[in-house]
Structure formats: C-alpha cells, structure tokens
C-alpha cells in the first residue's frame, strides 16, 4: 500500500490567538458601552415607572396610601400623571425610602421598581435581611439601616457602585462580606454596636474611606485592612477588646481622630507621633501607663483621657455577674443599644472644636463621667 503525503498549510498560531483576543476585546467594549447606554437611557426609568402604576392599579385604594407614605416621593401617580414627568421630577426632587418601626419584618415587595431612589432610611425594625433584589438599585448613594435585627449584609452590596455612606449601627452582624470592597466610591461606614471580630483584606481597596466607625464589638486587634485605607481620616475602635495597637499604624498617614476609649490598652506606640494629621486623640485613662511625650505634650493635639467613675466600675461588674449566670436579657427579650455613649462623646469632642484660644493646659484633658 502507497501512502501519499499531504501538504497542510501551518499558519502562526501566536497570531491567530492574538486577533482573536483584539476581537474579543473590542466585542465586550461594545457590550460595556451598550449596557452604560442602555442604563442611562430614560426608557428604563419609563418602564420601571409603568410597572409601579400597573401595580398600584391592582391595589385598594387605602393599600396605596400605605404604599405612598413609605415612599418619600413629591409626585404621586394617578391616571392623569405621565410616568416620564413623574420620573423626571422624582429625579430632582428627595428619592428617599424612609421605614421605621417594629411593625416593619421585611421589605415591600413593591420596593424592586423603585430603582431609580438614591437613599435608604430604614431605622428600629424587626428585618432582618435585605432584599433580593438590591443590586438593581445602582444609583443607591445613602443606605442608612441603624437598630434592625440584620443577621448579615449580602454579597449584593457589592454592586452599588455609586454607594458612599453605608450605616449598619446596632443590628446582628458576625461579619461583613468581602464584595463591599467592591464599593469604590464609599466615604463613610458605620458599623457600631454588633458581633464583629474581623474584616476581610479586601476591603483595603476601600481608598476613598475617610470615615470608619468600629465602636462597641469585639476587635482584639486593630484589623489589617484598616491600616490600608490610606483616605482614612477618622477612626473609632473605642468599647472594643484592643490590648495593643499596631506598630505601624502610622501608615494612616491622613488620620486626623482616634478613638481607643474603652479597650485594655496599657500604652500607646511611639509610632503614632509619626501621624502629622493627628489632632484629636480619646483614650481611657484608667490602665494606660505609658504614652509618647509628643502626644500629651503637642498643643495642636487634643488628648484626651477618659476615666470611670465607681457607678459605672460597678454597674461593669454587675453585667458581668449577671452574663456568667445566663440572666443578662438579649436581643431576642428586646434590649437594644441606643447609643447613648456615643452621642455623649460626640457632643464633647464638638464642643472641644470650639477651644482652640484656651490655655494650653486644657489641651490635656483628664474628665471623670458616667459613660
């Protein structure tokens, strides 16, 4: 039998695979661009305005006025509104969700063709998770949800992409997911008042972070990613379990306020001179025995020790006694925190903005108060 040899044309496969790859470039930019035109076209807006007055349609008349008085909206649809004005005037005007109250256990289903609302001001209900659908709410600046019974953030969160403030004050969490540092644009987070012991590194991409409330859980240490957050200009760790503070904490080179009250700290690193910014600084005296000199000595700095009183010394032991015997009431008996502490010493270090004439030794201030 003859074999015959055939000739097959080789061709260069490096250059096959690299027009391939411009191709497929320039078809996900096209994607890109079609979904931004797509999102910022007033026909989404008009259809999601359409489904609204399609479901009120379907509603008793008193259920619509429930429905309009949860929703902080100037322009209320009737047959005689065009949905494009009503759009285009919601727009200028307060797009704001405003629930409170216990009787609230979870978000109107209503809720999903609202998208077009810029804040969230959902405060002392009984929800206890956010909803399915909140990552079409991509215009979402402001989610304010202080004293609920949340459980846990979703991986949503991750797709708000124009979220600056986020407020979870008092509420259950145990930790937060890794997708918010997907929130590039977040300036301010609150996360006062829950059951957090760590966060997870990748919320170091949080660069325009300026503002980090981490008061009252139980931090033993001041978490890595913080210490990344190189926009961060105020930081509250204060009713934590700190016992030291990183050595290089002073890579929060725009820190201006620290706050480190009530925690277990016996001194304060030398590395915190290093801070230039740093001009307000609130530790509790009452364990702390060696503090920089620069620190209690520099006249643009307010340094301030907090000291306990014996009421509170022994109202501290009386909660202990009563945690170690499974008597202290929970959140399921309905004692919440209200964050009284915290206002008190918001209320101070307000006032404190005001003396910067005084004399000089006010700038170390010792006081003795019922926190």
Known sequence: MRLERL???????????SLWEVRT?????????????????????????WQYRVHCKSLRGGEVDVLHRY????????????????GAEGEQDRLVLRLEGEQWKEFPSELQWMSYLKEWHVRSTRISRLPDFLFVFSQLTNLQLPKNALSELPPEIG???????????????????PELGGCENLERLELTGNYLAQLPFVLSSLKKLVHLDLAENKFPTVPICVLRMSGLQALDMSNNLL???PEDTD???????LFIHKNRLSYL????????????IVVSGDELNCIPTHLCSNPDIKFVRLYDNPGTEARKKKEEEERKKGKRRSWEEGTRKDGSEKEFL?????????????????TKVSISCLL
């Open 346 to 362: 918001q209320a101070y270090m307000e006032s404190l903005k005001d003396r910067e004439t005084v004399p000089y030794s006010t």
């Open 7 to 17: 000739g097959v044309p080789v061709y260069d496969l490096g250059s096959l695979r």
């Open 25 to 49: 470039r320039k078809y996900k930019q096209r994607q890109k661009k079609e979904k931004e035109r797509v999102e910022k076209s007033a026909l989404v807006k008009i259809n999601q305005q």
């Open 159 to 177: 797709k708000l992409p124009m979220l600056k403030e986020l407020n979870a004050n008092y509420n259950r969490l145990t930790k937060i997911p």
């Open 71 to 86: 929703l902080d909206r100037d322009v209320l649809l009737d047959d005689s509104t065009d949905p494009q004005l009503a």
């Open 243 to 245: 016992t030291d503070l």
């Open 269 to 280: 690193p030398h590395c915190l001179s290093n801070i230039s910014s740093l001009n307000v």
């Open 251 to 257: 890579r929060l080179e725009q820190l201006r306020s």
